[in-house]
């Protein structure tokens, strides 16, 4: 079955520590997309893109950091810039625009 | 002001009952907007698009009033399968790559 991947579920990092996010679609969508979730809060855009090699800074991307090497694959890594990381981390992807969008299942995100 | 507000809840209703939600947005040069729900500690889903002619699908429906710059949500015949969280979506004007997330209506249906 088609769909996104995320990984790993839960991950804790430790002050200081760079960790990279895993998002993996085999939905052959074009468009991709990194939120940050916190409680009591809307969704906000981390980064996005729309073509293999190229992406975009959403609203919050400062301390972190991404790539689209392939179609499939966006990977988020949240540098030790990102003060306070401490989130639910969502992949997504849509085959164009705001249409069509289809998640992971989260990444929680915890520093120790 | 934020860019799509939502009343946070939670709604306490009864099963069998109807519940409506509010959702209201500020750029007015808005063009698509959605309802997803959100189920405690997962992935949001998509429940529905919403149109300028209100649409409907089966107990839900969903209307948008342009001029009040509003989006509402009806769900009639409460069932406990309906508890989530309720998020109101709409298009960014900077991109059409972009949503804008309200913070969501918690919804809790009651046996």
């Known amino acids: 079955d088609g769909g996104i991947t995320q990984s790993p579920k839960y991950l804790f990092r430790k002050e200081g520590q760079n960790v990279t996010l895993s998002c993996e679609q085999n939905?052959?969508?074009?468009?991709m997309y990194w939120y940050r979730q916190d409680p009591g809060q809307g969704l906000r855009l981390i980064y996005y893109s729309q073509i293999v090699n190229d992406f975009q800074k959403g609203d919050i991307a400062e301390g972190y950091s991404v790539s689209r090497e392939k179609k499939e694959s966006f990977p988020l890594t949240v540098t030790s810039a990102q003060k306070n990381p401490t989130a639910f981390y969502l992949c997504a992807s849509s085959v164009t625009g705001v249409y069509g969008y289809t998640f992971g299942s989260g990444t929680r995100l915890t520093v120790v | 002001r934020k860019e799509v507000e939502q009343d946070p809840g939670p709604f306490n209703v009864p099963e069998g009952a109807t519940v409506a939600f509010n959702c209201t947005y500020s750029n007015s040069a808005s063009q698509s907007f959605f309802w997803y729900r959100q189920d405690c500690r997962k992935e949001p889903k998509l429940l529905m698009s919403v149109y300028s002619s209100g649409n409907e699908d089966g107990r839900f429906t969903a209307q948008l009033n342009r001029a009040s710059q509003y989006i509402s949500l009806l769900i009639r015949d409460s069932k406990l399968s309906d508890s989530a969280t309720y998020l109101c979506?709409?298009?960014?004007?900077?991109?059409?790559?972009?949503?804008?997330w309200g913070a969501g209506t918690k919804l809790i249906i009651k046996p």
């Open positions: 939905l052959n969508h074009d468009a």
């Open positions: 979506v709409v298009n960014s004007h900077d991109s059409n790559y972009q949503l804008i």
